[in-house]
């Protein structure tokens, strides 16, 4: 798409009607103009590393992530995110975040 955008922006400097140029380019107005954000800073919540239990008591994410994966591990059990952070909860955890996307086949993807 870059080298649309070049090839773009030499025939428009050449004196082509730059709707035109993008039309035939097919190229989006919105693709021509977009500037690549400068010096982003990570958005959003930190990554936590520990978890509150009802006893006021720290767990870490490993922790977490081996309770769940002990409720994800008995038969027939196809939990979607909501069950599991339920049958979490209703043991002895206050809040659950998402540590870790565990698959029923055991493959693993921090979130």
Do not use: C
């Not at 500037?35 to 958005?43: A, F, L, T, Y």
Request: net charge neutral.
């Amino acid at each position: 798409m870059e080298e649309k955008i070049k090839l773009a922006r030499e025939f428009i400097e050449g004196g082509h009607p730059q709707d035109t140029v993008l039309r035939h380019l097919m190229i989006p107005r919105s693709t021509y103009y977009y500037k690549p954000p400068q010096d982003i800073k990570s958005k959003g919540r930190p990554v936590s590393s520990h978890t509150m239990k009802k006893d006021q008591t720290w767990a870490t994410n490993e922790e977490v992530i081996s309770d769940i994966k002990e409720i994800l591990s008995e038969e027939f059990v196809d939990y979607g995110y909501l069950k599991t952070t339920h049958a979490h909860q209703t043991t002895v955890w206050v809040y659950y975040k998402s540590k870790e996307s565990i698959s029923a086949d055991g493959r693993e993807q921090i979130t």
